[in-house]
């Protein structure tokens, strides 16, 4: 029986890798086969070309980001995702197309649908069988990422203005696709977060043990 895809997604610091450890811990507990990948990286390819493109020091053309992360993701793809999922693995990731589609098509103003096809290429059209959208307001997220301590990547490092059009295309993806993208409230507490997106996952759950 072939695994499921679970995507995670949102602005930096609404707690996407807390969520995914924890959703990881508690398929488990379920009895589920459970890989948790992040975007972009998971494989050896795709991790030179995270620090590409997250580097400040770089000046990277919004084509040649989009690109960049595609060619990532076609990597992780095809060398990770697409083989875990055939013999059965719940493969959870920490961003994936819906990414790019916020970040470069809206972000970067390349538009939705070419960086689409981009990517539709790039993963052969694989689609996730679940997108947990998280959103928290502006001063939890900022919180969340001083809190880790970390100098800020070359994307974190954009003005309102891109986080906004960011903000509002995940609105749109998640108003245009209701049945796959489950918006999460991620201002709550993590335990709160975790009962939220695995209700939003029920229907797909191993039953229980």
């Excluded at 009895?31 to 992040?38: F, H, M």
């Excluded at 986080?163 to 409230?185: G, H, K, N, Q």
């Amino acid at each position: 029986m072939r695994g499921r895809l679970i995507t995670i997604e949102g602005l930096d610091g609404v707690g996407k890798t807390t969520l995914g450890e924890a959703l990881a811990a508690a398929l488990r507990e379920r009895g589920a086969a459970v890989e948790l990948l992040r975007e972009p990286g998971g494989v050896e390819l795709a991790e030179r070309l995270r620090a590409v493109v997250k580097d400040p020091a770089l000046a990277v053309d919004p084509r040649a980001e989009a690109l960049l992360y595609a060619a990532a993701r076609a990597q992780l793809c095809a060398e990770r995702v697409a083989p875990l999922l055939g013999d059965g693995t719940w493969v959870l990731l920490d961003r994936f197309v819906d990414s790019s589609l916020a970040y470069q098509g809206a972000g970067r103003d390349l538009g939705i649908e070419a960086v689409r096809a981009v990517n539709d290429f790039g993963t052969d059209g694989l689609r996730p069988d679940r997108t947990l959208l998280l959103r928290a307001d502006e001063g939890t997220r900022a919180a969340r990422q001083a809190g880790r301590g970390e100098a800020p990547d070359r994307l974190e490092r954009e003005d309102g203005a891109f986080f906004a059009a960011t903000a509002s295309a995940y609105d749109a993806l998640a108003a245009a696709e209701p049945d796959r993208i489950r918006v999460i409230d991620a201002s709550a507490p993590p335990d709160a977060v975790l009962a939220a997106s695995l209700r939003e996952l029920d229907d797909l759950l191993p039953p229980a043990a």
